[in-house]
C-alpha cells in the first residue's frame, strides 16, 4: 500500500499531462489543499476538489458515470467558484473529452499505477437514495411506488425551486428575459389554448402534478377538469389549491393511475407523463386516452424525447446517464423518439394536426430551476439530506445541458 506523500505526489506529477490533454478552464484542488491548472488558461478561483486519495483509486478501479456522481453526492469531489450549470459549461467549453482520449501514456500510467492500491474511505450509507426492485413500468400494473419515488419528496423541497404554481414541466417564454412565473403561466395557457378551450368542457389532465393546469383552465376557460395522479403529496397539495381558489364545483384531483379513469372527456392533456410510461407501454397508454375521447376529441401530449438512431436495436439500448437517472432520481423512466411515438398514436387512431419542438424552452426552465435549488442549498439539505440534493443538482443541471446540446429533446 503506497503511502499518502507518494500518493499524493504522483497526483502532483499528473498535472503536465492534464493540462495538455484536458485544457481545461478550471483547476484541481488536492486533499492537501494545493491547486494546480488543467488548462492554459485555467481559472484558479473555479476548481475542481477531491477530499483523499481513495477517490483517485476508486474511479480508476470504476470509472463510471455512476461511481463519480455518487462520489460527488457523497461530497468527496465538489465544484467551486461557479454554480452548476456555468461550471459545466466551462468544462465542456473546450470540448476535453475528445482531447481527454490522447492523454494516456506511458508517463500517466506510471503516476497512476499506485492509486489502484490506495483504499477508498468509509462511506455511509446511501441505499436509500436508490429506488428497490423493479425500475419498470408495468403494464396495467401498481407502479404507485415508482412515481411516489420521485414525487413524494416533498412539497416543502418542490418550493425550493418550481414558480408559485408548482408546475413541475417546461415553461414557455415569449421573450427569453421573463420570469420564471411569468413563463409558467404563459405555457399553461398556450395549453389551454392549443387543447381550444371553452366553457363546459370536460377536461382530463393525467399525471395532473399538483394541479396548476386543472385550476388554471377552470379559472380562466369555464372547463369542469378532472386530474389524476398517483402521488399523494401532490393531492394533498391540489385538493388544498382547490379549496383555496374556490373551485370546488369546478376542479377534482384524484390518487388514480390514468389506466383506472373511466367516462368521456372532451379535452385530454399529458404533460410530462409520457416519460413515465415505458415506451413499451405506449400503445396501451394511446388506446386508453383514446378511449376516453369522442370523435373529434383533442389529445395533447408533451414530453422529453431522446433523437432516433440508425437503428431500433441502437436506440434501445440504455446509456450509463440514463441507467443512472432510473436508479436515483425517474425509476420506470424511458424516453422514446418522436417519430416512433407519432407512429404509435397513428396506429392508435389519432390524427396528428400539431407537433411543436420546445428544447429551448425547456433549457432554459431547468437552468432556472438548477440555480434555484442552488440558491436555497442549505434549506434543501436540511430537508432531504446532503447526497440527495447533491443529486437531485446535478440531475437538473444535467438536463438543462442534455437539452441545450441537442441530446435530448422536447415535444
Same mark, same amino acid.
Given at each position: 500500500?503506497?503511502?499518502?506523500?507518494?500518493?499524493?505526489?504522483?497526483?502532483?506529477?499528473?498535472?503536465?499531462?492534464?493540462?495538455?490533454?484536458?485544457?481545461?478552464?478550471?483547476?484541481?484542488?488536492?486533499?492537501?489543499?494545493?491547486?494546480?491548472?488543467?488548462?492554459?488558461?485555467?481559472?484558479?478561483?473555479?476548481?475542481?476538489?477531491?477530499?483523499?486519495?481513495?477517490?483517485?483509486? %476508486? $474511479?480508476?478501479? *470504476?470509472?463510471?458515470?455512476?461511481?463519480? /456522481?455518487?462520489?460527488?453526492? #457523497?461530497?468527496? &469531489?465538489? =465544484? !467551486?467558484?461557479?454554480?452548476?450549470?456555468?461550471?459545466?459549461?466551462?468544462?465542456?467549453?473546450?470540448?476535453?473529452?475528445?482531447?481527454?482520449?490522447?492523454?494516456?501514456?506511458?508517463?500517466?500510467?506510471?503516476?497512476?499505477?499506485?492509486?489502484?492500491?490506495?483504499?477508498?474511505?468509509?462511506?455511509?450509507?446511501?441505499? %436509500? $437514495?436508490?429506488? *428497490?426492485?423493479?425500475?419498470?413500468?408495468? /403494464?396495467?400494473?401498481?407502479? #404507485?411506488?415508482? &412515481?411516489? =419515488? !420521485?414525487?413524494?419528496?416533498?412539497?416543502?423541497?418542490?418550493?425550493?425551486?418550481?414558480?408559485?404554481?408548482?408546475?413541475?414541466?417546461?415553461?414557455?417564454?415569449?421573450?427569453?428575459?421573463?420570469?420564471?412565473?411569468?413563463?409558467?403561466?404563459?405555457?399553461?395557457?398556450?395549453?389551454?389554448?392549443?387543447?381550444?378551450?371553452?366553457?363546459?368542457? *370536460?377536461?382530463?389532465?393525467?399525471?395532473?402534478?399538483?394541479?396548476?393546469?386543472?385550476?388554471?383552465?377552470?379559472? !380562466?376557460?369555464?372547463?369542469?377538469?378532472?386530474?389524476?395522479?398517483?402521488?399523494?403529496?401532490?393531492?394533498?397539495?391540489?385538493?388544498?389549491?382547490?379549496?383555496?381558489?374556490?373551485?370546488?364545483?369546478?376542479?377534482?384531483?384524484?390518487?388514480?393511475?390514468?389506466?383506472?379513469?373511466?367516462?368521456?372527456?372532451?379535452?385530454?392533456?399529458?404533460?410530462?407523463?409520457?416519460?413515465?410510461?415505458?415506451?413499451?407501454?405506449?400503445?396501451?397508454?394511446?388506446?386508453?386516452?383514446?378511449?376516453?375521447?369522442?370523435?373529434?376529441?383533442?389529445?395533447?401530449?408533451?414530453?422529453?424525447?431522446?433523437?432516433?438512431?440508425?437503428?431500433?436495436?441502437?436506440?434501445?439500448?440504455?446509456?450509463?446517464?440514463?441507467?443512472?437517472?432510473?436508479?436515483?432520481?425517474?425509476?420506470?423512466?424511458?424516453?422514446?423518439?418522436?417519430?416512433?411515438?407519432?407512429?404509435?398514436?397513428?396506429?392508435?387512431?389519432?390524427?396528428?394536426?400539431?407537433?411543436?419542438?420546445?428544447?429551448?424552452?425547456?433549457?432554459?426552465?431547468?437552468?432556472?430551476?438548477?440555480?434555484?435549488?442552488?440558491?436555497?442549498?442549505?434549506?434543501?439539505?436540511?430537508?432531504?439530506?446532503?447526497?440527495?440534493?447533491?443529486?437531485?443538482?446535478?440531475?437538473?443541471?444535467?438536463?438543462?445541458?442534455?437539452?441545450?446540446?441537442?441530446?435530448?429533446?422536447?415535444?
Amino acid at each position: 500500500r503506497p503511502s499518502e506523500e507518494k500518493l499524493l505526489q504522483c497526483a502532483k506529477n499528473l498535472n503536465p499531462y492534464m493540462v495538455e490533454g484536458l485544457d481545461f478552464r478550471v483547476s484541481v484542488r488536492l486533499w492537501d489543499g494545493s491547486i494546480f491548472p488543467l488548462g492554459r488558461d485555467s481559472d484558479p478561483n473555479v476548481y475542481l476538489s477531491v477530499s483523499d486519495s481513495g477517490v483517485f483509486g %476508486s $474511479l480508476l478501479r *470504476r470509472p463510471t458515470v455512476e461511481n463519480v /456522481v455518487m462520489h460527488y453526492a #457523497r461530497g468527496q &469531489i465538489d =465544484f !467551486h467558484g461557479a454554480d452548476p450549470i456555468t461550471f459545466i459549461e466551462i468544462l465542456r467549453a473546450n470540448k476535453s473529452r475528445k482531447r481527454a482520449k490522447k492523454i494516456f501514456r506511458w508517463g500517466v500510467a506510471r503516476e497512476l499505477i499506485p492509486f489502484l492500491f490506495a483504499p477508498a474511505k468509509p462511506t455511509v450509507d446511501d441505499s %436509500s $437514495l436508490a429506488v *428497490r426492485g423493479n425500475e419498470q413500468q408495468k /403494464v396495467g400494473g401498481d407502479n #404507485r411506488a415508482l &412515481i411516489q =419515488f !420521485h414525487y413524494d419528496v416533498g412539497n416543502e423541497f418542490y418550493k425550493l425551486f418550481l414558480d408559485e404554481n408548482m408546475v413541475y414541466t417546461c415553461a414557455y417564454f415569449t421573450d427569453w428575459n421573463n420570469s420564471l412565473e411569468q413563463a409558467q403561466f404563459d405555457k399553461l395557457d398556450m395549453v389551454c389554448r392549443k387543447l381550444q378551450l371553452k366553457p363546459g368542457d *370536460r377536461l382530463l389532465d393525467m399525471g395532473c402534478g399538483w394541479g396548476a393546469l386543472v385550476c388554471h383552465a377552470a379559472q !380562466h376557460y369555464g372547463v369542469q377538469a378532472h386530474g389524476v395522479t398517483l402521488s399523494q403529496a401532490q393531492v394533498d397539495f391540489a385538493q388544498q389549491k382547490i379549496q383555496a381558489l374556490g373551485l370546488q364545483d369546478q376542479v377534482k384531483v384524484e390518487l388514480k393511475d390514468y389506466n383506472d379513469v373511466e367516462g368521456q372527456y372532451d379535452k385530454v392533456s399529458c404533460i410530462g407523463m409520457i416519460e413515465h410510461v415505458g415506451i413499451s407501454n405506449i400503445p396501451n397508454y394511446l388506446a386508453k386516452v383514446n378511449s376516453l375521447l369522442p370523435d373529434r376529441g383533442l389529445f395533447l401530449n408533451h414530453g422529453l424525447t431522446r433523437p432516433a438512431k440508425r437503428s431500433r436495436k441502437k436506440f434501445r439500448r440504455i446509456r450509463p446517464e440514463q441507467r443512472l437517472l432510473k436508479k436515483y432520481i425517474f425509476p420506470g423512466g424511458e424516453l422514446d423518439h418522436i417519430g416512433h411515438t407519432i407512429e404509435k398514436m397513428e396506429a392508435q387512431g389519432f390524427r396528428v394536426h400539431d407537433v411543436e419542438g420546445w428544447r429551448d424552452h425547456y433549457a432554459l426552465t431547468c437552468r432556472l430551476w438548477t440555480n434555484r435549488l442552488w440558491d436555497n442549498r442549505e434549506e434543501a439539505i436540511r430537508l432531504v439530506g446532503k447526497e440527495r440534493f447533491r443529486l437531485w443538482l446535478a440531475y437538473l443541471a444535467g438536463v438543462s445541458y442534455s437539452l441545450g446540446d441537442g441530446s435530448v429533446c422536447l415535444f
